[in-house]
């Protein structure tokens, strides 16, 4: 079995982005880090956070990281339910605005009608 923390010393090394720089933006300190390098048996999602920060794909290494393609059409179904979520909201919003407006305009509420208006004109859709 390969060593898991020299591997990925040795891309940390390669990438030209220094420890100090590194383990701060992991949110860790630099002995941490330098001890993970040291870990044999590394978590794959420790590997997997590290290759984000130094926009490394270490699946090269580690074939076993690969990620199927059944995963990824579960991640893209599941982002397009997030979107159609989103949108139906949206439009739902929007609605509710519009009747606020409209209810606020028939019952001569006048200013909340203004501070509608305002709201309405003053949001970026």
């Known amino acids: ?3 898991r923390g020299k591997i990925i010393e040795s891309v ?3 990438s030209g982005i220094s420890i100090s720089v590194l383990a701060a933006k992991m949110g860790i300190s630099r002995n941490t880090l330098y001890n993970r390098f040291k870990e044999k048996n590394l978590s794959y999602d420790f590997i997997l956070a590290l290759g984000a ?3 490394y794909n270490f699946a090269v290494e580690f074939p076993e990281m690969r990620v199927d393609s059944s995963s990824l059409d579960d ?9 159609r979520k989103y949108k139906n909201l949206l439009e739902k919003y929007n609605h509710l605005l519009k009747f606020l407006l409209k209810k606020s305009q028939d019952t001569d509420q006048h200013a909340l009608h203004k501070k509608i208006k305002d709201f309405i004109n003053s949001s970026s859709f």
């Open 12 to 14: 940390v090394r390669r």
């Open 75 to 83: 991640i893209r179904a599941e982002l397009w339910r997030v979107e």
């Open 53 to 55: 920060v130094v926009h």
């Open 1 to 3: 079995m390969c060593h």
